[in-house]
């Protein structure tokens, strides 16, 4: 079945860092792709997406490009800041012969920014 | 507008009981989906809805478990005889009914504890 490896964490970087967070898939299908990040004592939240190859997702600062060639979507961000500490998942979608958009998530990265 | 609610936040039982959880998507939105999120397990897919039926159960773990919907609306999530493996943070999710759009809108989910 479909399935997705992410990078173990934890990672704690400091301010200002380049961040990489690696996430490679296993899909029969076109599945699309997510990051969600979990904040602390908050629920999971999009971060970013791309639903065909070669599309880059973006948003507050992350981007990931959906690489089908290596089956890839690394999460990336110039900069980081100490807000940027939560949990990563990235996620990928398929929808089955049920119709459902189920998504499977990699074991997600506890991210930990220190000033 | 108002985002995906679930209740209650935190459910404290004991092994045996039987437990009822409660999620409300967001408004107008046709596909519900609920995730179990687990120490042992990550991420999982447990059911999903398209309306009030569900065409997709393939996740879920047990015939313990079961879940409804009415109304388009609200679905509640059924474990019986609870066990202590049951102990998860329980995710509902909706989705908008354009069948191109694949995001998920996650509730903050339900904290079940099963002593």
């Known amino acids: 079945g479909d399935s997705v490896t992410q990078m173990e964490g934890p990672v704690t970087l400091s301010e200002e860092a380049f961040l990489t967070i690696n996430c490679t898939y296993t899909?029969?299908?076109?599945?699309?792709l997510f990051w969600y990040v979990q904040y602390p004592g908050e629920g999971l939240q999009l971060l970013l997406k791309?639903?065909?190859?070669?599309d880059k997702g973006s948003n507050k600062g992350f981007e990931a490009t959906y690489r089908k060639e290596t089956t890839s979507f690394h999460l990336e961000k110039g900069s980081v800041q100490v807000s940027d500490s939560a949990v990563y998942f990235c996620a990928l979608s398929d929808r089955s012969s049920q119709g459902a958009q189920k998504l499977v998530f990699g074991q997600g990265t506890r991210l930990t920014i220190n000033p | 507008g108002a985002g995906v609610s679930q209740s209650p936040s935190n459910k404290v039982t004991e092994k045996g009981k039987d437990v009822e959880l409660r999620c409300d998507p967001i408004s107008g939105h046709t596909a519900l989906y609920w995730y179990r999120q687990s120490l042992g397990q990550g991420l999982e897919f447990l059911i999903y809805f398209q309306g009030n039926s569900a065409p997709d159960k393939s996740g879920l773990p047990s015939d313990r478990f079961s879940a409804e919907r009415t109304g388009g609306s609200v679905s509640t999530l059924t474990i019986q005889r609870t066990q202590q493996e049951d102990s998860a943070v329980y995710l509902c999710?909706?989705?908008?009914?354009?069948?191109?759009?694949?995001?998920?809108?996650f509730g903050p989910g339900t904290r079940l504890t099963v002593l």
């Open positions: 899909a029969t299908g076109y599945p699309s």
């Open positions: 999710a909706s989705s908008p009914p354009d069948p191109l759009t694949d995001t998920q809108y």
């Open positions: 791309a639903t065909k190859a070669d």
